[in-house]
């Protein structure tokens, strides 16, 4: 599991990415302005798993598998990663698709909420159509 936060020109994001069997889960959380390491470790306790649930698995490619290396090479990777900015172009295709069925989710509600709303107002004229009718 890795949390990569950075900042977006407007706002602190934090990027978590799980893989696990193959399957990448990513998910994107917006800290708004820059988080301190309580906020990081709050979001890390309470609301990053709850995140990633919420998010829809996506098949990737298989990593290749690390040998063990020499610690000043380890050291030097490390050091590399920490100011290399941004995510994974994997994660980034995860948390669009993830969007996306969000999105297609929110528009097949809107639309129910819509009909149903129609009706309520087709049965409520029809109601009013009946009393005048009967006088009253």
Known sequence: MKLTVYYDDQFWVGVV???????????R????????????????NHKMMEFLASSKPLVC???????SANPKKLARQVAKEMQSKGISTYSQEAIKENLKSRKVERRIESKLQREELAEKKRKIATLKAKAKHRGK
């Open 29 to 44: 959380y917006v800290f708004g302005t820059e988080p301190h390491d309580t906020d990081v470790l709050w979001f890390i």
């Open 61 to 67: 490619a298989p990593h290749p598998k690390i040998k």
């Open 17 to 27: 990415e799980e893989i696990a069997d193959s399957k990448l889960m990513a998910a």
